[in-house]
């Protein structure tokens, strides 16, 4: 399944699917469901006039992030995965570039989040809801760290906001960070890599995996060769 696209806005490579669920590999800058402004295209809509079927929405990436994202086929398979969702019994992974060089080899954010008026997240002890984000160093860059982050709850924009929390904003962040240093970047730099879900009644351990993009890969090379060599 892994070689199957679907096509549209552009080829969308279809990670994994079955009578239940359908998982695929979200580019950045593609809303994952309709926007407000209805004229543009969302990654549920072309999936879903390419497949001929209604899907049900189970969790969202941000516009600009790339990487993993299931769609349920059934109303039955929406509601159990909701319900996984909700219990915390999805492993999700993501590899982020952020500003800064972070100390030490791993770290928790155990920050609680609420929203604020300008649609930004933000730490707010007394008001926000429980929200806690683990991270692995997996390398150092002169001014940057890369990170695999787990997220242990899902809330919006949740990695972003605990990131800039802690002063180091995910680079190409324009809503979290420094937007005239966040605009020189070409995307926002945050990967959803893979999601594990164990599927009832089989119990069949499921893990999708995206690999890095050629757009996230060649920020990268930017920042470990500024010269070009």
Do not use: C, W
Request: net charge positive.
């Amino acid at each position: 399944m892994a070689s199957a696209t679907v096509t549209g806005y552009q080829a969308i490579p279809v990670l994994f699917e079955n009578d239940d669920l359908i998982a695929v590999d979200k580019p950045d800058k593609l809303a994952s469901i309709p926007e407000r402004n209805r004229e543009k295209i969302s990654l549920l809509t072309i999936l879903s006039e390419t497949l001929g079927r209604k899907l049900y929405t189970v969790h969202r990436l941000d516009k600009q992030v790339s990487g993993v994202i299931l769609f349920a086929k059934t109303p039955e398979a929406h509601r159990q995965l909701n319900l996984m969702f909700e219990h915390r019994q999805v492993q999700k992974t993501y590899m982020a570039l952020v500003h800064g060089e972070i100390a030490g080899e791993r770290g928790v954010i155990d920050k609680p989040l609420r929203r604020f008026g300008s649609g930004r997240m933000g730490v707010a002890v007394d008001q926000g809801k429980p929200s806690v984000t683990e991270f692995t160093v997996e390398e150092r860059l002169t001014g940057y760290t890369r990170v695999k982050v787990s997220p242990l709850t899902g809330r919006k924009h949740q990695i972003r906001a605990h990131f800039f929390g802690i002063g180091h904003p995910i680079v190409g962040d324009t809503l979290y960070g420094d937007k005239s240093l966040q605009k020189a970047f070409p995307r926002l730099m945050l990967h959803a890599l893979s999601i594990r879900i164990l599927l009832a009644p089989v119990g069949q351990d499921v893990a999708v995996t995206s690999e890095i993009p050629i757009s996230f890969s060649e920020v990268l090379r930017s920042i470990r060769h500024p010269t070009g060599r």
